[in-house]
Structure formats: structure tokens, C-alpha cells
């Protein structure tokens, strides 16, 4: 006899750790399941090595279909925002008209999105970046930007307390942050939920959905062990591999033919400035400025400044034996940024024969023009920062991973109604960046956050 | 040393592509000289099993194949960038993948058991302060 839970919810990252916290709230019972391990500040990995091994789906990375891109994204309870910056940025009218346009979706305008921005920045800590907290990675990015007359800004960061002042360097939160300051959904929603009797299913994935009556079992694997769950209602929030997987392995796609479509990653392109000087990137806060010009925003791109640990800068450049040393022993004197690239949401997701997920994402003409526009424009800045030679990254990333299950009117082109509800299922509910209709060339994260309060209110209210 | 997950075979291959992807430079010991392969368990542990049973292959065969072969093959994997087609995406999954297992065990900070030199972490100038309350 399975237990019937009134809500379960698959996954713990942005949208799963909100629902969860808010349905508990409201008294309702709700499971969260979650296929990575459930981690605390004293036990998060201590080294890049193992954090990458520990935190990500693959061990680490996982590919495109051509392995021309890589893909990161958390396994662990908290989702990616145990493993990502933090960063929080609102959407613009751009990226919410574009929106509104491809969905049909009234709701996506600034003033209907306002609200929800202003609760999740009102729960979560917030910080906002100063001259003082920058490090000389961060100087020389600006000081490049302001010869040449480009626009930045400080960095808006879901952070609490980092002990900057005491010497903190916050490169190694990205292997989760051992000070619970980053305001993951571990330690601001699930800690909470769980206080109010949520509970936690980790290490348990979930291999397919079934519906049941007005409800659906889920098929898992919980180390090595068959187990099955059974709910009143279902919100898919694994993230848009996770969910699209899931919902494409449960047959989900005979009847919505938009399924596993219209994906988009924000690709990001990597450029080193190799200096003179000491820069010491990986010292201090060491993400705080991005480019905010808006002749970058019409073209399609934007330069965020960057740094990474040893194994990923080493990985990041396309030589070995002496290229290899000769480049990391310059690691103290490198400077990091990218062209993060608003492309076009012309990817699929799709199953092989054994189910696995594969990844169809080519670079589209537009894709291609947006990143070679950048990429000069951010060669330019590092030269007039003082870089001596600027070396080319061939790897891009995918970080933001958006679509397949994406949100509209016309059950043709979308697979979720504005109700986050998918075309023709009662009680199955999506609340994750696959519903996304295109990608914004925005950090997502926060309206991720918004969309998943919006979905909490209803849910609640109902 | 020994592996859960990597045989014997794929050990060595491993120490032999390590040596020629980073080789000794001065005080930078080589790949296998540092011995981080000893906690290569940790590095791959999670990986997923059809990962590494391709991995237990591929390296199999690097550990016989003669040393200006494996610098041929690295070359491939480096050029594989600039081309098309199934192979090149082969040999470019290859090429991250095996630079990912051989860059964690290297940079990791995690000698092994044997050796007495400088850590690559400390010649690069990597160190992080973590201020935990």
C-alpha cells in the first residue's frame, strides 16, 4: 500500500522549493522528491574536484547531441541554486512583451510580474554589490567598460552574510555555500516547509508518471530500490531536462505535440585576459558586475564577469602538455568573462530507444552573429583593461536551461495553460523554467522564483 | 592502487594519457607523478555506469597504444573543435570528458600516497579562505 499524498512535487530547486513551502504553509500535505542528496554546510564537498562529482547530474557535465555544448545543473537537494550564484535579475518589458506575444499569456507585463518579484525579494536576502566588494577581476572589467563608454552594474545577489570583510573567498559556494549565506532553496523555503512538515524524499528519482483516477503513481528508484508514490496532485518542478525527461518518458508527448520543443540555454561563451599583474580572480567575491548597456540588450548578448576554480579554468582552454602549463601557472594573472547570448529557442529534447535524454542543440545564424557581435565587443574591453593577448575558450555552456514544456494558449504550441496546468491533465501542474516560451537573456532565476509564487497563490487559493 | 570502478588496465591508460596531456614542467609534476589517481573513485563515482564502462574501454586501449599514438589521439581531440560530423563529437565528449576525470584528480589538491613535491595547486597560486562561523 503506497501512501496518497495530497500534493507531490518533483524536485527542489527554484520552483520546488517555493510550491513546497507554500502548500505546507497552507496545510497541505506534500512530499518533495529529489534524486540528489540532502547536504548541510558542514557536509557540502570541500574541494572543486568533488563538488562537481557530488552536486551535478553526470558526475559534472553533460553534453549536447553534437558535444559542442556543455550542460550544468544541480543534483542535490536545493536544486541548481545550491550550485549557482545566486544571481537575481527582473525581467524587462523586451523579454516579457516577447513573451506575451509567443504565449498569448496576459499575465507576462511588468506590472502583473511586479508583485511576485517584490515578495520573493522581500523573503529572500538580497544583496546588491559595492565598488568595495569588487575584486581586480571586476575593476578591470569596469575599467575596460567606461574607456570605451559601455554601461554596467552591480550585480543584484541572493547572499545573506559572506563575511567579505573577514576575508571569505566566495568561489567555493559554488560547491555549495558553507556559511548558509546564498539564499539556496535548501536553506530559505525546504528548512522552513520541513519546520511545517514537509517531507523530503531524497536520493529517489522518479522514472515515470502514471495517472491514477484524478490523481497519478510515480515510478522511482531510490538506491537501487523500486518504490512508487501515489498523489492527489502533481507538480513537475525537476528542472527542463528533468521535466521534460519525465514527461516524455511517461508518454506525455502522444497528446502534446509541443512536448520536449522550442528549447533555449542562454549559450555562454568564454574569454581569459592574460595580465602583468597579480589579478587573483578566484579571490574575494568574485562575481559581482555585468555588462547593463542597452545597445547590448538590442543586440542580443550581454558580458558577465567570471572566474571558476582550477579543474573548470584548466578545462575551459583547448591545449594540453606545455600550452596546458604554461596557461594555468599564468592562473593568478587571468581575468574570465563571457558572452552570454539570448538565443533562439530552436532546441529539442527527445528520448533515445533506452530512454535517455538527448539534446538537439545546434547554434541558429542569429545565435551564431549575436555571439561573434559580443565577443568582440568583450575582446575590446579586455584590451583596453591592459590585457597582453585574450585566449578564446572553444567550449560553450549551457546554464540556463529553458523550454519544452513551455506555457501558452494554443495546446498545439504549448504544453502548460496559464494555469500551469498541462493541456487536458486536471491536477498535473509544471512549475520550473521548462514552461519558459523563449529565452529572455536574463538570469532566469528570479522569475522562476515570481512564476512559482504566482503558481503557489493559485494552488493555495484553490 | 586500486579501483572500484576503473580496472587495472584502464588505470595505467589513464596515467599514460594523463602523462601526456600534462606532462612534468619544472615544479609541476606530471599527471602520474602526482598520483591524484589514487582517489580517482571520488572523482567518478557518481558518473553514470554506461559513462564508465566506456571509459574502462577507451582508456584500456590507451595503455598499450604507443606513446606518439596517444599524442597523436590528443591532438584529435583538440582539433576535433573546429570540425563536423559524428566522430569529431566523439572525440570532442572524449576529449572533455577525459580532461574533466584527469584535471579533478590533478587539481583537486589530493596527492597520493607517494608523493613528496610541490602541490599544482600551490605552483598555480590557487588557495581559498573559507570563514566558517
Redesign the interface.
Known sequence: MTPKHEYIIVGSGVGGGVVSYNLTQAGADCLLIEAGRYFT?ETFP?????A???LYW????E?S????M?FLRGKVVGGSTIVNQGLLDRFDEIALDDWRAESGVDFFTLEAMNPYYDRIEDFLAVHIFEEQECNRNAQLFVKGCETLGYEWHFLHRAQSDC?FE????C??CLGGC??DSKQSTLITYIRQAEKLGLTVQAETIVERVEPLGEGFRLYATSNGQRKEFECRNLILAGGTFGTNQLMLRSGFGINLPALGKYFSTHPQFMYFGIYDEEI?A??GMFQTVASKDSRFRQRGFKLENVFA???SI??LF?????D??EF??D??RITCAEVAVRDENAGELVLNKKGKLIIEKLLTDQDRLRMQDGAGVLKEILAASGAKRVVES??FFGLHMMGGCRMGTDPQSSVVNPEFKVHGYKNLYIGDASLFPNAPGINPSLTIFALAQRLSDQLVGS | MQSNYLKPAALKGLNRIGDVLIPRSGDLPSFSEFGGIEHIDDVIAYAPKEDIAILNLVLKIFSFLPQRTLRWAADQMVGAWYKDGALAALLRELNIGLKGILFSCYYSGKAGSRYAGKNPLDVIGYSVNRVED
Open positions: 554546510k570541500r574541494n572543486e574536484a568533488d562537481s562529482a557530488q553526470g558526475g559534472g557535465l553534453f547531441q553534437d558535444a559542442r556543455a563575511a573577514r576575508g571569505n573567498d568561489i567555493a558553507h556559511r587573483n578566484h579571490k576554480g582550477p579543474v584548466a578545462l583547448n591545449g594540453y602538455g606545455v596546458h602549463e594555468m601557472r592562473y593568478t572553444p567550449y
